[in-house]
């Protein structure tokens, strides 16, 4: 029995967190803020045989871009062996990642959903999307790897996450941004873990108040003005990243900051997308990265 998934990438520009309450309600925790999901992505694969004399009933192996951490994927997995009378099986679980790990792209929820959606399609476990989605947003709280990005790539395209929390409990609006190009330049990476337990206290009122705003204007470049000044109010902005945005604004071209990791995006009518590339290959360090929006959100891949 085998199953395929894909789920899109996706990038905040600011948010505000929500992790106070009940410890067991995670789906209630996550994250208010802003962002987009791009072309690029996570797809896994599951191959369920039958259990023979191995000693472990799992095995993960990853392709592409190379994580050290499997802690996310194993969540998924024993939430979904909860589900039935799986144990006579053996999970062959591969994932192929498109995008760096650690770079404020999402990486870790795009792991999680895309596995729980094939988990769900091999095993015939008949749940709906928002209790799928459930699962991956609950695994990425418990190993402290993000809090808004399942949600959002949920759905996919451009949002504002306007209530935190697990699909059917979060919610979002989405803002058109037909005919864009999306560019990236990922220099190093951030550990989201780290940063989520010592700069949350600090980011929180300022994420707030950016919501309401770009609620109202519903306009990109308004979100990435907004992501430049978060990014700076919370102090993740090094010197490189800051002189590339000084040289993109002086060439007329807005950009943003993606949390979290030494990431600058820009996000283009597609007429200025080679400018743009242009001045990121001024910058041979940086793995540049060419995309586009996924409106579609994560979803099983058929052969």
Known sequence: MEAIAFCP???TGFFKAHVEGNQKDTEEFGSMGAGFSIKQGVTTKVIVSKLTDQKTNFKISIKGFKSDKTDVSEFVLNEFLKLGNFEKFFFDIEHKIEIPVGYGLGSSGAVALSLSYALNQVLDTKLNGWEIATIAHNAEVNCKTGLGDVLASYYGGFEIRTKPGAPGVGKVEQIKADDVSILMICFSPISTQKFMQHQLSKINGLGGKMVEKLIESKDY??????????????????????????ELSINGIK?????????????VPKELENKVLEIFKNYPEGKIISSQLDNQGARLLYN
């Open 255 to 267: 950009s943003g900051i993606a949390l979290f990791g030494e990431t600058v995006f820009s996000i």
């Open 221 to 246: 470049n308004h979100f990435q003005d907004m992501s430049l000044e978060f990014a700076q109010y919370v102090n993740v902005m090094t010197p490189r990243m800051e002189k590339l945005i000084q």
């Open 9 to 11: 990438a996706h990038i």
